[in-house]
Every structure is written in structure tokens, then in C-alpha cells.
């Protein structure tokens, strides 16, 4: 129960406030985004929902950032293990 | 779902790996992920078997269900004989055994159980039998206890009389400070609950590394969430910092949800003491209704037996959920003990260490092939 599950607004309750319509993997549900209030959601953006109520808002910079920096931390790292590998120096048994 | 696959890039998992191992050098750490997620993941996806053997993954008390003792369990199946109950309760509690049965037990011997997904829907049983009580089985740390606050919220403003909250509810700081205070126990560092920490924030989290002198990284729910915490309790130990840092910060803010903090403050406070399986009585560790709301208490209204009983002999989950010993080193584990007919809490949600163990152990070759590196291999 507490695994939450991501969805996407689709549309807000034309009459509650509190209500929401959420895609979750192609499914339509109504959710609860009352304890989200101060997000201000709007169609389009992400929540974490957690036994029917919105949780969390998804942070797609943060998302994006996260992602990024794995990437990035993989080039450095490769990169860093590909020209080690690379340089004669250290590729045999020094010849003294 | 969004940001589901690329939390699962086997390449991005196998750089990880490495900078893991090359960190962990040959020192041995032990680090402990408080929260059942967790370890549902680090099984389902074989995570301990791509990690070095330098690096032990120790899971906490952070299940719901685990950490109910049996006392309460027979409290709730008292309740749900009681005529003219209908007692609601989320899928995972039905099958957690009391000292004489279990939830479905009861169901089987005429009691009207019926599982539910959100307190939300046992308030609308309630509005649609009003000739009946509708209680519902109130468990969960402050991923949940909101949803519930909210749930009596609404029915206040409903003037709703025939549902009524067994609230089990518990917080997730008590128990840590539970486990550091153990001497049983020696750990470099802790994965910080992720879904918890979307309503508590990182902010509590804060005596960890200043009192008690361990970094604590909280994390999210996918195999390279985990794995990127891992990298960063290690960097924290090697560069000489000991600090609260998130990596779930798509989803995990500092200061938490305020708005829920706001409704949990208005609807519940503090237990002096309750009882938590394995880890016995922690004082100020859960949530019971205010007097405001005491038309809604179901352990008012109804006298329940509130027995203590002690756990089965046989069973270990006390020293499972305060990582003390590994799921298959239970003496009933995977014998007298399964996920079928569950002895121990841990068995029984997924989210439990010896149900995840149970159910995806078998399976971690194949996965931590998948995940693109294996010891075995």
C-alpha cells in the first residue's frame, strides 16, 4: 500500500475541486488532489497517488536532472575508463 | 509510465555497479533501507546479487503490516464479529494471523469483511448501508495516515455516524531511532524511506547523521533509485561527510507535503506508547483520533480485548525487521513459513522481506542478468 503509483492529470472535476481525472497506464481514474491544493495542478502534470489520493506532484526538471546526471556520470566515467585504457603507459609491464 | 523505464537502464545500472565497487574497496558495509518498497525492489530486481559482496543490504522495519503486532490483529477480528459490523480493510491486512486466525478466517465464519483499496471507499459503504457500522482497518505510516485523516474529514462534514477508523496507524522516525539505539545492530548508513518522505519531508531525518553519526540518503523505488543511493551513502563516507541527502527528488521535497502534515495534526496526535512487532513498545510512535473526533473512534465504541500477545516461537520476524538476521535464516522460512499460509508478518505483504525473498530469490539470476552483471556470471 504504500508503493505509489505515477498518473497524469487528464482533467479536473468540473465541480469539486478536490477531484481529478488521472490516466494511470491507460486506465482513467478519479483521484483525490485535495492535499496537493498548493501545487496548483493543471492537466498534463504528474502525481505519485497512494490509495486514491495524489501524494506528491512529479518534478519533471528534477526527473530530467536525475537522468541527466546519470547519463553524464556514465560519459565521465567511461570516458575516464577509456583513456586510461588508451594510454600505452599504462597498457604492459613497464620495460626498465 | 513516465519515468519508469529509463529508472531501469541496464547500461546506466552496470556504471553504477562499478563505481560501487570501486568505491567499497575492500572495506564492508552495511547499510539498511528502511522501507519495505525497498526491499520489495532490491528482490524483484536481484539487486543484492549485482552488488559486491562488500556492500550488505540490511531491510527495516519500514512494512505496515510486518510491524502489527498480533494483539491488534485480534482486536480487528473482534470488531469485525461484532453483529452488524461491516469491517473494511486494505487487501494486505486479510491475511495477517492474529493468535487465533486471520481476517479471512473470520470472513469464512460469517463476519462481513471486505477489502478495499481507500478509506474513501469504506466511507462510501457507510453511506450506502446506513443501517450498518463500517469500520475500517486504519493501517500505515504517514504514506497513508493522510488519506485516512482526510476520510474522517469528510465524514464530519457529512454528519456520517456509522463509520468508524481502528486507527493503526504509525510513524516512521520512532522506529529508527528504535534500531540505532540496538546494540545488536552495527550499520554505515540508511536508505531513506521514499514514499513516506513525500509527506514528512527530509527534515526528520536529521538526528540520523547529527546524533547519531550516520548519513542517511533517501531514495526512490526503481533499481537505479537504489543503486544511486548506495553510490551516495558511499561518497558521503569516503569524502568525509555524514548528511541527509535525497536522491528522490523528483519526488521527495525537503519540507514534505505541508498540507497533509496540516490535516494529519488536526485529526490525530500522538499514542503515549504502542506495540510494534519484534521491536516491542516504542513510546510516541503512532496515531490515534483526537477527542475532536471520537464519534468516528472505533475503540471506543467498541470493547475491544487489547491483549498483548506474544509472537509464535517459531517465528523471527522481530529480528528480520530489525536486520538482525537474513529472511532464509528464519528456522520456518519457506517451510512452515510461506507466503500460502503465512507464520510471521513478514511473510504476508509484499512488501515484507520474507515475501519479496520468497517470491523473487528464486529469480535473482535471471534478474541481475537482466540488470546486465552477476557475481555468478
Known amino acids: ?96 | 509510465m513516465r519515468y519508469v523505464e529509463e529508472y531501469r537502464d541496464p547500461a546506466a545500472a552496470r556504471r553504477l555497479v562499478t563505481r560501487i565497487t570501486d568505491l567499497a574497496g575492500n572495506d564492508h558495509f552495511k547499510f539498511m533501507e528502511v522501507c519495505g518498497g525497498h526491499t520489495h525492489t532490491i528482490y524483484r530486481h536481484g539487486i543484492e546479487h549485482v552488488l559486491p559482496e562488500e556492500v550488505e543490504l540490511v531491510h527495516g522495519p519500514g512494512c505496515p503490516v510486518c510491524v502489527i503486532p498480533m494483539g491488534r490483529v485480534d482486536d480487528a477480528i473482534a470488531i469485525a464479529e461484532t453483529p452488524d459490523v461491516i469491517f473494511t480493510s486494505f487487501g494486505d491486512m486479510m491475511r495477517v494471523p492474529g493468535s487465533n486466525g486471520n481476517l479471512l478466517g473470520a470472513k469464512a465464519r460469517g463476519a462481513d469483511v471486505r477489502f478495499v483499496y481507500s478509506p474513501l471507499d469504506a466511507l462510501q459503504i457507510a453511506t450506502e448501508n446506513p443501517s450498518r457500522n463500517v469500520v475500517f482497518f486504519a493501517v500505515g505510516f504517514e504514506t497513508t495516515a493522510p488519506s485516512t485523516a482526510v476520510t474522517l474529514l469528510q465524514a464530519r462534514e457529512m454528519n456520517v455516524s456509522n463509520f468508524h477508523v481502528f486507527s493503526n496507524h504509525v510513524t516512521i522516525v520512532p522506529p529508527i531511532k528504535a534500531i540505532l539505539e540496538s546494540p545488536d545492530l552495527r550499520l554505515d548508513g540508511f536508505l531513506g524511506p521514499g514514499h513516506v518522505s513525500t509527506v514528512v519531508g527530509n527534515r526528520p531525518y536529521r538526528f540520523v547523521p547529527e546524533k547519531y553519526g550516520k548519513p542517511l540518503v533517501t531514495a526512490g523505488f526503481e533499481p537505479l533509485d537504489i543503486l544511486q543511493a548506495i553510490l551516495m551513502l558511499l561518497l558521503q563516507i569516503r569524502q568525509g561527510r555524514c548528511e541527509v541527502e535525497n536522491q528522490y527528488s523528483r519526488v521527495v521535497r525537503d519540507e514534505g507535503n505541508p498540507r497533509a502534515l496540516e490535516i494529519l495534526a488536526e485529526v490525530f496526535e500522538l499514542r503515549p506508547h504502542f506495540e510494534w512487532r519484534g521491536l516491542g513498545f516504542i513510546s510516541q510512535s503512532a496515531l490515534r483520533l483526537r477527542p475532536e473526533f471520537a464519534r468516528w473512534d472505533a475503540e471506543l465504541k467498541y470493547a475491544v480485548p487489547g491483549v498483548r500477545v506474544a509472537d509464535p516461537k517459531a517465528c523471527q520476524c522481530g529480528e528480520v525487521l530489525k536486520g538482525v538476521i537474513k529472511p532464509w535464516e528464519c528456522k520456518v522460512f519457506g517451510t512452515a513459513c510461506t507466503p500460502e499460509t503465512p507464520i510471521g508478518t513478514c511473510m504476508v505483504s509484499s512488501e515484507g522481506a520474507c515475501a519479496a525473498y520468497y517470491n523473487f530469490g528464486r529469480l535473482h539470476r535471471e534478474a541481475a542478468v537482466t540488470l546486465g552483471r552477476s557475481r555468478a556470471v
Open chain 1, 1 to 96: 500500500m504504500c508503493l505509489g503509483i505515477p498518473g497524469q492529470i487528464v482533467e479536473m472535476h468540473p465541480q469539486y475541486e478536490h477531484l481529478a481525472k488521472v490516466d494511470v497506464s491507460g486506465v482513467g481514474r478519479m483521484i483525490n488532489i485535495g492535499l496537493l491544493e498548493d501545487e496548483h495542478l493543471v492537466p498534463g502534470d504528474w502525481v505519485l497517488i497512494h490509495v486514491g489520493f495524489a501524494m506528491s506532484k512529479i518534478d519533471e526538471h528534477e526527473a530530467e536532472l536525475a537522468l541527466a546526471s546519470l547519463q553524464m556520470m556514465g560519459e565521465m566515467f567511461t570516458d575516464e575508463v577509456d583513456a586510461l585504457m588508451s594510454s600505452p603507459s599504462t597498457t604492459t609491464v613497464p620495460r626498465v
